[in-house]
């Protein structure tokens, strides 16, 4: 939609999408990609028409809503964390390897990134535990995505995992087949 589309947009519109905006853009700064600066200039740039005070503003909005967001996602991170120190090394590994795969690249993670494996799990079992059962988590996760590609048929695909895969619990097997379901589909 270029600007000219844009003639008929109503104020509500247009606040929205300054709100998205701040959002997007208050996003890069938390991840360290944008500096304030650059970004009120890039936001006036795209969206102009509103008096200066406003762009910072939604930005100020925009960061407060991602630092709530932030703790969050922190909350959540941790409990994945303490849910994983209750498995043995196999399970409580793929349960973290699996999180940072599928959702710690996500924009809501804000520049959280990764759990790592180490610092997380590191008391408990060893370097070359932790780093065994990744790549064995790596090889589950690559089978079930593509196992995603066929026919659902839930029983015979965790018949198979479990036979391809043992050691790794129920759940695990199904988020990687699930995971690839919802790829493919």
């Known amino acids: 939609m270029g600007s000219a589309d844009r003639k008929d947009e ?4 247009r606040e929205s999408r300054l709100r998205s905006m ?15 600066e650059a970004v009120l200039e890039r936001m006036q740039a795209n969206l102009p028409g509103f008096p200066p005070e406003h762009y910072e503003t939604e930005l100020d909005a925009a960061l407060a809503r ?4 932030q703790v969050g996602v922190m909350v959540r991170r ?5 849910e994983a120190r209750e498995l043995d090394v196999l399970n409580a590994v793929f349960a973290l390897h699996y999180f ?23 008391d408990l079992y060893s370097r070359k535990q932790i780093t065994e059962a ?20 839930h029983e015979a695909d965790m018949a198979h995992l479990r036979r ?3 050691g790794f619990r129920d759940r695990a097997l199904s988020d990687a087949l699930d995971w690839g379901h919802l790829i493919h589909r």
């Not at 701040?22 to 304030?36: L, Q």
């Not at 991602?66 to 967001?69: G, K, L």
């Open 66 to 69: 991602i630092d709530e967001a």
């Open 100 to 122: 940072n795969q599928r959702f710690s690249g996500h924009v809501g993670e804000y520049g959280l990134g990764r759990i790592n494996l180490i610092e997380a799990l590191g």
């Open 164 to 166: 391809a895969h043992p």
């Open 22 to 36: 701040a959002m997007h853009f208050g996003g890069r700064m938390v991840e360290r990609r944008d500096f304030r």
């Open 78 to 82: 941790e409990q994945k964390i303490a």
């Open 134 to 153: 990744a790549k064995r988590s790596d090889a589950l996760i690559e089978e079930g995505i593509r196992m995603g590609i066929g026919p659902w048929n």
């Open 10 to 13: 109503t104020p509500e519109e």
